[in-house]
Protein backbone atom coordinates (compact mmCIF):
# COMPACT_ATOMS: atom_id res chain seq x y z
CA UNK A 1 0.00 0.00 0.00
CA UNK A 2 3.11 2.64 0.50
CA UNK A 3 3.98 2.23 -3.05
CA UNK A 4 1.17 3.66 -4.36
CA UNK A 5 1.79 6.88 -3.05
CA UNK A 6 5.31 7.09 -3.91
CA UNK A 7 4.50 5.89 -7.38
CA UNK A 8 1.98 8.58 -7.97
CA UNK A 9 4.53 10.81 -6.18
CA UNK A 10 7.05 9.79 -8.80
CA UNK A 11 4.65 9.95 -12.17
CA UNK A 12 3.83 13.53 -11.35
CA UNK A 13 6.50 14.97 -10.39
CA UNK A 14 7.31 16.57 -13.60
CA UNK A 15 3.86 17.84 -13.81
CA UNK A 16 4.60 20.25 -10.08
CA UNK A 17 6.72 22.77 -12.43
CA UNK A 18 5.07 22.55 -15.61
CA UNK A 19 3.57 26.01 -17.11
CA UNK A 20 1.15 27.37 -18.50
CA UNK A 21 2.03 28.22 -22.53
CA UNK A 22 0.10 30.81 -24.24
CA UNK A 23 0.17 31.54 -27.78
CA UNK A 24 -1.36 34.05 -30.05
CA UNK A 25 -1.66 34.60 -33.59
CA UNK A 26 -1.78 37.81 -34.61
CA UNK A 27 -2.66 39.37 -37.91
CA UNK A 28 -5.25 37.00 -38.97
CA UNK A 29 -7.05 38.49 -42.16
CA UNK A 30 -10.36 36.93 -41.74
CA UNK A 31 -12.38 34.66 -39.48
CA UNK A 32 -12.86 32.28 -42.63
CA UNK A 33 -11.73 28.37 -41.28
CA UNK A 34 -9.99 27.39 -38.42
CA UNK A 35 -6.37 27.87 -36.63
CA UNK A 36 -4.07 25.07 -35.81
CA UNK A 37 -1.44 25.59 -33.38
CA UNK A 38 1.74 22.71 -32.96
CA UNK A 39 4.04 22.86 -29.90
CA UNK A 40 7.00 20.77 -30.78
CA UNK A 41 9.86 19.97 -28.09
CA UNK A 42 12.45 18.12 -30.08
CA UNK A 43 14.37 19.21 -33.59
CA UNK A 44 13.89 15.78 -35.03
CA UNK A 45 9.89 15.97 -35.41
CA UNK A 46 9.23 19.76 -36.19
CA UNK A 47 6.92 20.16 -38.30
CA UNK A 48 5.45 16.54 -38.52
CA UNK A 49 1.84 16.96 -37.87
CA UNK A 50 1.57 14.01 -35.62
CA UNK A 51 4.65 14.02 -33.41
CA UNK A 52 3.91 17.15 -31.58
CA UNK A 53 4.48 17.76 -28.07
CA UNK A 54 0.77 19.28 -28.17
CA UNK A 55 -1.50 20.34 -30.68
CA UNK A 56 -4.52 22.57 -31.15
CA UNK A 57 -7.31 24.04 -32.67
CA UNK A 58 -9.46 26.80 -33.06
CA UNK A 59 -12.17 28.83 -35.02
CA UNK A 60 -10.13 31.41 -36.96
CA UNK A 61 -10.86 35.15 -35.88
CA UNK A 62 -10.04 38.26 -37.70
CA UNK A 63 -7.49 40.29 -35.82
CA UNK A 64 -5.99 37.51 -33.10
CA UNK A 65 -6.50 34.33 -31.70
CA UNK A 66 -5.02 32.85 -28.10
CA UNK A 67 -4.77 29.54 -27.46
CA UNK A 68 -3.57 27.91 -24.17
CA UNK A 69 -1.64 24.96 -23.65
CA UNK A 70 -1.26 23.83 -20.23
CA UNK A 71 1.21 21.65 -18.18
CA UNK A 72 3.89 22.22 -20.06
CA UNK A 73 7.26 20.97 -18.44
CA UNK A 74 10.52 23.33 -18.78
CA UNK A 75 12.87 22.95 -21.30
CA UNK A 76 13.06 24.03 -25.00
CA UNK A 77 9.93 24.38 -27.95
CA UNK A 78 9.84 25.36 -30.60
CA UNK A 79 5.99 26.56 -32.33
CA UNK A 80 3.91 26.43 -35.52
CA UNK A 81 0.71 27.29 -36.41
CA UNK A 82 -1.27 27.76 -39.68
CA UNK A 83 -4.61 29.29 -40.76
CA UNK A 84 -6.55 27.04 -42.40
CA UNK A 85 -8.71 28.95 -44.35
CA UNK A 86 -10.93 26.37 -46.50
CA UNK A 87 -11.34 24.19 -43.16
CA UNK A 88 -9.75 20.92 -44.99
CA UNK A 89 -7.15 20.04 -41.93
CA UNK A 90 -4.21 20.41 -43.85
CA UNK A 91 -1.72 23.26 -44.52
CA UNK A 92 -2.41 23.58 -48.58
CA UNK A 93 0.67 24.18 -50.66
CA UNK A 94 1.91 24.54 -53.73
CA UNK A 95 4.02 22.24 -55.58
CA UNK A 96 3.86 20.10 -51.98
CA UNK A 97 6.31 22.62 -50.41
CA UNK A 98 4.94 26.43 -50.52
CA UNK A 99 2.29 26.86 -47.95
CA UNK A 100 -0.56 28.60 -50.05
CA UNK A 101 -2.22 29.39 -46.43
CA UNK A 102 -0.86 31.80 -44.08
CA UNK A 103 1.51 30.17 -41.16
CA UNK A 104 3.41 31.72 -38.42
CA UNK A 105 6.52 30.45 -36.29
CA UNK A 106 7.88 31.20 -32.92
CA UNK A 107 10.39 34.20 -32.99
CA UNK A 108 8.88 34.74 -36.37
CA UNK A 109 11.63 33.95 -38.12
CA UNK A 110 12.39 34.85 -41.78
CA UNK A 111 12.69 31.87 -43.93
CA UNK A 112 13.94 30.88 -47.11
CA UNK A 113 13.01 27.03 -47.34
CA UNK A 114 11.79 24.73 -44.87
CA UNK A 115 11.72 26.24 -41.48
CA UNK A 116 14.44 25.14 -38.43
CA UNK A 117 13.43 24.26 -34.79
CA UNK A 118 16.57 26.28 -34.00
CA UNK A 119 15.33 29.56 -35.90
CA UNK A 120 12.13 29.07 -33.43
CA UNK A 121 12.72 27.82 -29.92
CA UNK A 122 12.21 29.63 -27.01
CA UNK A 123 12.28 28.38 -23.50
CA UNK A 124 9.52 27.67 -20.74
CA UNK A 125 10.90 27.85 -17.50
CA UNK A 126 9.14 27.17 -13.68
CA UNK A 127 9.61 30.78 -13.59
CA UNK A 128 6.37 31.72 -15.08
CA UNK A 129 3.75 30.82 -17.69
CA UNK A 130 5.52 31.51 -21.10
CA UNK A 131 3.53 33.59 -23.60
CA UNK A 132 4.51 33.19 -27.30
CA UNK A 133 3.14 35.85 -30.21
CA UNK A 134 3.39 34.56 -33.77
CA UNK A 135 3.05 37.21 -36.93
CA UNK A 136 1.20 35.15 -39.59
CA UNK A 137 2.31 35.79 -43.29
CA UNK A 138 -0.14 35.51 -46.31
Partial sequence: ??????????????????????VT?????????????AVYADPKTFRKDDQAFAAQKAK????????VFNDVPPGRYAVLAYHDENDNGKMDRRFGMIP????GLSNNPKVMGPP???????????????????EMRY
Fill in 116 to 134: SFEDSVFEVTVDEPAKVTL
Fill in 25 to 37: LNGLEHDNGQVAV
Fill in 60 to 67: AEKGAVTL
Fill in 100 to 103: TEAY
Fill in 1 to 22: MKALPILALVLLAPLAHAQELS
